[in-house]
């Protein structure tokens, strides 16, 4: 019998105790790597890169060459956790007071948020106020 770490033939009498190992070190050390394999095979692939490249300054994905406009990218954009902005240009639209232009960051990268052709519908009426 041969032992399961380190490849050499297990003495008789350590063959009464264990038939996998020549020694408790080895049993161990075998333990530990086996963890690390099967921690490896557990980790998730990394997604794949996208075929554009990334502007540096506006934060823009352009295509590459040769990837039709209507093509979708293989991944999506991650949706920030952390978005802080700022509240301007507000309009009213009946009882309401609408913030339609948000400028700050989002996961410490600029970003810009803003809403048009705002408009709201009360409850009760059959019409919508066009925000002003």
Not at 10 to 18: M, P
Not at 37 to 53: D, T, V, W
Not at 81 to 97: C, E, F, H, N, Q
């Amino acid at each position: 019998m041969c032992c399961l770490y380190c490849g050499k033939d297990i003495g008789a009498f350590r063959l009464l105790r264990d038939s996998e190992f020549c020694s408790i070190v080895h049993r161990k050390k075998y333990g530990e790597r086996l963890g690390k394999a099967l921690h490896n095979i557990a980790e998730p692939e990394p997604a794949p890169k996208k075929k554009g490249s990334k502007d540096a300054q506006t934060g823009a994905w352009s295509l590459a060459s040769g990837e039709a406009a209507g093509e979708e990218a293989d991944e999506a954009p991650k949706k920030p956790s952390v978005v802080i902005t700022t509240w301007a240009d507000y309009k009213k639209a009946g009882p309401l007071l609408i913030s339609t232009d948000h400028r700050g960051t989002a996961d410490e990268k600029p970003v810009r948020i803003s809403f048009s052709d705002v408009s709201v519908k009360v409850v009760g009426s059959e019409n919508w106020i066009k925000a002003q």
